[in-house]
T-cell receptor
Framework: GAGVSQSPRYKVAKRGQDVALRCDPISGHVSLFWYQQALGQGPEFLTYFQNEAQLDKSGLPSDRFFAERPEGSVSTLKIQRTQQEDSAVYLC??????????????FGPGTRLTVL | KQEVTQIPAALSVPEGENLVLNCSFTDSAIYNLQWFRQDPGKGLTSLLLIQSSQREQTSGRLNASLDKSSGRSTLYIAASQPGDSATYLCAVSRGNSGYSTLTFGKGTMLLVSP
């Protein structure tokens, strides 16, 4: 497609359930980012992939969060044993190159996760 | 740690007014600064990207300025329209070993009434 797509768009989970969120970046984009946006806040960085390599996972809030991009295209963010504080919109973004600071990041529509 | 602040948090104006949104950041060691627009239930759309060596960028009715040394940026919207109603986010880019991540402000929620 022409842009970044994410699925599902909405997810409701009971506390303790595992969830998996999918991101399809723009074809050919080397860099992929995940962000978490709580209600009324700006997005906060979670993790970064350059092709299939996860180069930065410093923003992941706990070891319940895991992300992968095994073939350097589609990425999955997995949250184990969800908690109410995990409720947020999870945004995926991709950019064309790996050059620092030169590219615009293109964002997907996000997945709104609600944990009951 | 980089902190980005946006003022005001919300703004309501009648159609046709010119307006200014403000963004400040604490660490001037940035690669670039971007202004994004976010509509309810949708992702972010990049409006303007200003490299650290630049002072301003313009696109249509939008003009963004950057004063890196003082840690400030402004987004100027001329002749506002109801379709401009959205949340506007400012983000600064900082490098880490060959890639860059974005630090966002909380945004300014703009409502332009007909």
């Amino acid at each position: 497609g022409a842009g970044v797509s994410q699925s599902p768009r909405y997810k409701v989970a009971k506390r303790g359930q595992d969830v998996a969120l999918r991101c399809d970046p723009i074809s050919g984009h080397v860099s992929l980012f995940w962000y978490q946006q709580a209600l009324g806040q700006g997005p906060e960085f979670l993790t970064y992939f350059q092709n299939e390599a996860q180069l930065d996972k410093s923003g992941l809030p706990s070891d319940r969060f895991f992300a992968e991009r095994p073939e350097g295209s589609v990425s999955t963010l997995k949250i184990q044993r969800t908690q109410q504080e995990d409720s947020a919109v999870y945004l995926c973004a991709s950019s064309l190159s790996r050059l620092a600071g030169t590219d615009t990041q293109y964002f997907g529509p996000g997945t709104r996760l609600t944990v009951l | 740690k980089q902190e980005v602040t946006q003022i005001p948090a919300a703004l309501s104006v009648p159609e046709g007014e010119n307006l200014v949104l403000n963004c400040s950041f604490t660490d001037s060691a940035i690669y670039n600064l971007q202004w994004f627009r976010q509509d309810p239930g949708k992702g972010l759309t990049s409006l303007l990207l200003i490299q650290s060596s630049q002072r301003e960028q313009t696109s249509g009715r939008l003009n963004a300025s950057l004063d890196k040394s003082s840690g400030r940026s402004t987004l100027y919207i001329a002749a506002s329209q109801p379709g401009d109603s959205a949340t506007y986010l400012c983000a600064v880019s900082r490098g880490n070993s060959g890639y860059s991540t974005l630090t966002f402000g909380k945004g300014t929620m703009l409502l332009v009434s007909p």
